[in-house]
């Protein structure tokens, strides 16, 4: 089975932090992707990649950046971080994009004070 | 653009019970529909993928037929255990994936 490592598994960090959350996987995915899970949203898509250097625009990107350097690592950038991106953050890989199975990591959660 | 509705956020039965969760989706094009488990503490994970029309893929005794007449994509078991207590997504693939909000399922005794 495919696997994805999330780091950290907690976070906590006050209004206007920097945070950077990790994401690797040992699988040779092609697609990377980064979600948030809150009650009553279920998961929803804030960047993903198809590969190393290439990132792609999901559904509430405001205030994220994403960066792929390799086609292990994604990476989860919060410059100016806010409460409302306190939140349940899960990365996951997949072979292709249409079709293909995700394979998540067992999330990291975040606090912004 | 593309989007998919689960219209129970929260669903209890008793165990033995048959289970139906709903799904519904939009998108111009013909997309590939899944639904993920979600355990306590734990990643969601896939449960099954349709891809045909009124194929009816079956995984863990849970089944779901894709009708693209009704765009629905319903989750179906006939008897609920206990185990099967999870929050189970619904999810549209035409380039990504999108997910429904979620439903909770609560089997009880």
């Known amino acids: 089975e495919a696997a994805v490592t999330q780091s950290p598994r907690n976070k906590v960090t006050v209004t206007g932090g920097n945070v950077t959350l990790s994401c690797r996987q040992t699988n040779s995915h092609n697609y990377m992707y980064w979600y948030r899970q809150d009650t009553g949203h279920g998961l929803r898509l804030i960047h993903y990649?198809?590969?190393?250097?290439?990132?792609q625009i999901g559904d509430v990107p405001d205030g994220y950046k994403a960066t792929r350097t390799t086609q292990e690592d994604f990476f989860l950038l919060l410059e100016l971080a806010s409460p409302s991106q306190t939140s349940l953050y899960f990365c996951?890989?997949?072979?292709?994009?249409?079709?293909?199975?995700?394979?998540f990591g067992s999330g990291t959660r975040l606090t912004v004070l | 653009g593309d989007s998919v509705t689960q219209t129970e956020g929260l669903v209890t039965l008793t165990e033995g019970l048959p289970v139906m969760l709903n799904c519904t989706y939009q998108?111009?094009?013909?997309?590939?529909l899944f639904w993920y488990v979600q355990h306590l503490n734990e990643a969601p994970k896939l449960l099954l993928k349709s891809f045909t029309d009124n194929k009816r893929p079956e995984h863990q005794g849970f089944h779901a037929t894709l009708h693209k007449s009704s765009s629905s994509f319903h989750l179906q078991k006939s008897s609920a255990q206990l185990s099967d207590s999870a929050l189970y997504y619904c999810?549209?693939?035409?380039?990504?994936?999108?997910f429904g909000s979620g439903t909770k399922l609560t089997v009880e005794p």
């Open positions: 999810a549209s693939n035409y380039n990504v994936l999108y």
């Open positions: 990649s198809y590969g190393a250097g290439n990132l």
């Open positions: 996951a890989s997949s072979v292709g994009g249409s079709a293909e199975t995700l394979y």
């Open positions: 998108s111009t094009y013909s997309p590939f």
